[in-house]
Nanobody
Framework: VQLQASGGGLVQAGGSLRLSCAAS????????MGWFRQAPGKERQFVSV???????YYADSVKGRFTMSRDNTKNTVSLQMNSLKPEDTAVYCC???????????????????WGQGTQVTVSS
């Protein structure tokens, strides 16, 4: 599975961005799809996950501001980010897993496919 993330950019605090992740090479409708982010000098951090059965989970830091969606007909997932804050600045990566359990979904080591990342910069 190849993942291609897009949609990053520079936005002022309070603004919005929408990230997309297109999968190719294999149908991912039975995969768990996630978004992670990594800020300079920090470890990669869980952002959100969307299970094939429709369940969604979000990091507390983005809950209520970010919404993840997936379109299995197009093999894509998206991350709508509203009310952005400077602390949301990071490289955002989409990830996929076809063998994860719920207790592991927050840990990036359990995802076996990764996109290249897209930069999100939020200015104050």
């Amino acid at each position: 599975v190849q993942l291609q993330a897009s949609g990053g950019g520079l936005v002022q605090a309070g603004g919005s961005l929408r990230l997309s992740c297109a999968a190719s090479g294999r149908t991912t409708n039975r995969f768990v799809m996630g978004w992670f982010r990594q800020a300079p000098g920090k470890e990669r951090q869980f952002v959100s996950v969307f299970w094939w059965n429709g369940y969604e989970y979000y990091a507390d830091s983005v809950k209520g501001r970010f919404t993840m969606s997936r379109d299995n007909t197009k093999n894509t997932v998206s991350l709508q980010m509203n009310s952005l804050k400077p602390e949301d600045t990071a490289v955002y990566c989409c990830a996929a897993s076809n063998g994860i359990i719920s207790s592991s979904m927050y840990n990036d080591v359990h995802y076996n496919y990764w996109g290249q990342g897209t930069q999100v910069t939020v200015s104050s």
